[in-house]
């Protein structure tokens, strides 16, 4: 599959967040990645459900929501309903994982786990079968804005070789720090998504930047 750009709306202006959406509906971006974090799970809080509301009230994609929250299994129906396709829930904030994972998929959704960049990506091995989505944070989550941890191409690497074995059509996304520069040799290990914030909001022309990101060759990289 060719890859796919999900631009994140926590990087978007939110005095007009109505504009930002609208310039990703009609941009080359697949998905809209809506982060969620409570201030406990990690240390920043973004926006709750009348934000959610609102995202989809105009946004035209699916929305991709990461919940970087404690206890995430008591919202799971409230973000299907708010209009997420894809849930997110964080491996270190679950600790019935796969419960958690067939919640997701009853209340109508695509199923994704993410891990922090410490958490070995062998510990996804007996929940892999079951999920649609892995998303290897490329950052320690919680701020936008911060530099990109190279060991993140060898998960992504290891993760692809594992899910080969065990779900071959699993997605692999990518999110933190992820641009122009490194976007080619994450494709290249074996990433199908890459969630693109300051990237793609902090540049002169952010629907340029993302037909960029989309459009650029990924075929010539030797990693």
């Known amino acids: 599959m060719k890859h796919l750009i999900a631009p994140s709306v926590l990087s978007a202006d ?24 409570d201030g406990v799970f990690v240390p920043n809080i973004s926006f709750g459900f009348p934000v959610m509301e609102a995202i989809k009230k105009y946004a035209a ?13 008591q919202y799971i129906e409230r973000f299907a309903a708010a209009g997420a396709s894809i849930i997110t ?42 999920l649609d989505l892995v998303l290897v944070m490329s950052v ?15 998960k992504v690497k290891e993760l692809r070789n ?11 996304e990518v999110d933190g720090g992820v641009g122009l520069h490194n976007l080619a040799e994450l494709v290249q290990a074996g990433a199908n ?18 037909s960029e990101l989309k459009e650029l060759d990924t075929t010539t990289v030797n990693l």
């Not at 320690?140 to 060898?154: A, E, S």
Request: aromatic share 6%; charged share 15%.
């Open 140 to 154: 320690n989550p919680g701020f936008g804005g911060q530099k990109f941890i190279p060991n993140t191409l060898n």
């Open 162 to 172: 594992l899910a080969s074995q065990i779900n071959p059509r699993l997605v692999i």
């Open 193 to 210: 998504v890459l969630v693109a914030g300051n990237a793609v909001f902090a540049a002169e022309s952010p629907t340029q930047m993302i």
């Open 14 to 37: 939110f005095a007009n967040l109505q504009r930002d959406i609208e310039m990703i509906n009609s941009s080359e971006a697949d998905w809209f990645h809506v982060d969620v974090m």
């Open 89 to 130: 829930v964080h491996y270190e904030a679950c600790t019935h994982l796969h419960r958690t994972v067939q919640a997701i998929h009853a209340a109508g959704c695509k199923a994704g786990v993410a891990i922090n960049p410490h958490t070995p990506v062998g510990l996804l091995k007996d929940i892999l079968t079951d």
């Open 61 to 73: 994609k699916p929305l991709d929501v990461h919940l970087m929250i404690v206890n995430p299994d």
